[in-house]
């Protein structure tokens, strides 16, 4: 027996359910952002936090070689070094995130 060929049922659709497709055609000129671009954007608005980054990478690589040849002494100071630049990153971070808030203005309410 073969099967019985069925029809998909008609659903009747309302604009509420369409808003969707309304929204997309008010939105197609938009340029999404890539993440290169995002980056370049984020590093332009707070370039200390990036510096304070590469500091703790810096500080966190020196100190762990210097582990590994035995000297000890100097390891300790990289690690000191790196905590340095941690609290750097994270005020330098804080900083920008308050600087940014500041910046934007208020939405008025409608």
Not at 57 to 86: E, H, K, V
Request: aromatic letters at 8%; glycine letters at 8%; hydrophobic letters at 45%.
């Amino acid at each position: 027996m073969a099967p019985a060929a069925t029809a998909a049922p008609v659903v009747d659709l309302s604009t509420e359910e369409l808003d969707w497709i309304q929204m997309r055609k008010d939105f197609s000129g938009v340029h999404a952002e890539t993440t290169k671009e995002k980056m370049a954007r984020k590093i332009n608005e707070n370039p200390l936090v990036p510096i304070g980054c590469a500091a703790t990478l810096t500080a966190l690589g020196f100190g762990l070689w210097n582990f590994r040849q035995g000297r000890s002494q100097m390891s300790q100071y990289m690690m000191r070094a790196r905590i340095l630049a941690q609290g750097f990153t994270v005020i330098a971070l804080i900083i920008g995130v308050g600087m940014t808030y500041g910046s934007k203005e208020p939405v008025a309410k409608k």
